[in-house]
Nanobody, 121 residues
Framework: QVQLVESGGGSVQAGGSLRLSCAASGRVSGYAMGWFRQAPGKEREFVATTSQSGGTTSYADSVKGRFTISRDNAKNTVYLQMNSLKPEDTAVYYC???????????????WGQGTQVTVSS
């Protein structure tokens, strides 16, 4: 089990950057970690995920080339570097964790409370 807390959200103009952090209360080395987002009136969608070691990553087509997921297991933290932000990226971003890589990209067992990202045009 693990508890997750996201931070780093905020407001930024289109083309800007933000770096989200997801800090875990426990060690995350045994968990694949993912980022998801939910825009107003829309379903939660997958953004990116990284395997337990960080050696494998996956991105949604909409963010590939702009977002980078990374992790620092020594700090029990996963990051989402978001560059070239677009208004369409506006959403609440959630961190998720699961011991299975596949589930980490779909329905992780553990979730953070979310952090708001707003991108203005």
């Amino acid at each position: 089990q693990v508890q997750l807390v996201e931070s780093g959200g905020g407001s930024v103009q289109a083309g800007g950057s933000l770096r989200l952090s997801c800090a875990a209360s426990g060690r995350v080395s045994g968990y694949a970690m993912g980022w998801f987002r939910q825009a107003p009136g829309k379903e939660r969608e997958f953004v990116a995920t990284t395997s337990q070691s960080g050696g494998t990553t996956s991105y949604a087509d909409s963010v590939k080339g702009r977002f980078t997921i990374s992790r620092d297991n020594a700090k029990n933290t996963v990051y989402l570097q978001m560059n070239s932000l677009k208004p369409e990226d506006t959403a609440v971003y959630y961190c998720g964790a699961d011991r299975e890589y596949g589930r980490s990209a779909r329905q992780p067992r553990y979730w953070g409370q979310g952090t708001q990202v707003t991108v203005s045009s």
